[in-house]
């Protein structure tokens, strides 16, 4: 299986599970795992995580096989041992192979990115901003993203997040870029996908008017962002405590 943006190009087979449970009237928390390969090989990227409404609390670094938490508040109030998602990923890729088998190898549909750059905050000439690059609405999540100013390659503190799939069975990723805006800048955001016959580049500079695309995942909103999915963390841990408590205190009461 090819796990990159090479190998059997464009033929993958993915096996995905997206699952969730009401928190909150208007809250939904969601479990979401998937494996994929090709012919190429039996073993190829997985994923591993949960999110409230779209934006990630953890997920499992299947490689050095820890929990890894968006937000370093979260532990303090829920807990996720990464071995559960190992044997999670397992079965996946066990079900994967037999319904491979089963399609008669029909690999998965490609579909394009859409992708938009935009700043987190207004630009200021000078003032240090961060660039941010979304890939969206596109499957199967096998993308690369890649950062250009002024023709040159950059990856020094660039950092991309993990796909978040959408219940239409496509995902989103970002990728984020720190700089100081200047006039004669020209950034670039390059993005790399089987469902594109060449990589689609968009450009972004500071004279430019800046579309903020419509997504949970908008760091625009951060800090009310932080305070409402610990505020939904904490009500969801109270809620399953109190009903232990209540549970336990009706078999302790004398028949």
Not at 10 to 37: I, K, N, P, T
Not at 131 to 137: N, Q, R, S, V
Not at 186 to 206: D, F, I, M
Request: glycine share 8%.
């Amino acid at each position: 299986m090819a796990a990159g943006m090479g190998g059997l190009a464009g033929c993958l087979w993915l096996l995905s599970l997206l699952g969730g449970h009401l928190v909150a009237a208007e809250d939904v928390l969601s479990h979401v795992a998937f494996v994929q390969r090709t012919l190429a090989s039996e073993k190829g990227p997985a994923e591993f995580m949960r999110d409230i409404n779209g934006d990630e609390v953890y997920h499992v670094d299947l490689e050095q096989k820890e929990t890894v938490w968006w937000l370093p508040q979260f532990p303090e109030f829920v807990s996720f041992e990464a071995q559960g998602a190992l044997s999670n990923i397992a079965i996946l890729r066990s079900n994967l192979d037999i319904l491979m088998r089963r399609s008669n190898y029909t690999p998965e549909e490609n579909v394009p990115p859409q992708v938009t750059v935009y700043s987190e905050k207004p630009v200021e000439l000078g003032e240090p901003n961060l660039l941010i690059c979304l890939a969206d609405e596109f499957s199967p999540p096998v993308v690369k993203l890649t950062w250009l100013k002024n023709g040159q390659k950059v990856e020094e503190h660039v950092q991309e997040t993990v796909f978040y799939p959408s219940r239409e069975n496509t995902f989103r990723r970002f990728s984020y870029l720190p700089f100081v805006p200047e006039a004669e800048d020209v950034y670039y955001c390059r993005v790399e996908h089987w469902g594109l016959a060449q990589p689609l580049t968009k450009e972004w500079n500071a004279n430019m008017a800046e579309p903020v695309p419509e997504t949970g995942e908008n760091v625009v909103c951060g800090l009310g962002l932080v305070l409402g999915i610990v505020g939904v963390i904490v009500g969801t841990v109270l809620i399953v405590k109190s009903r232990q408590m209540d549970e336990a205190n009706l078999r302790r009461r004398p028949i």
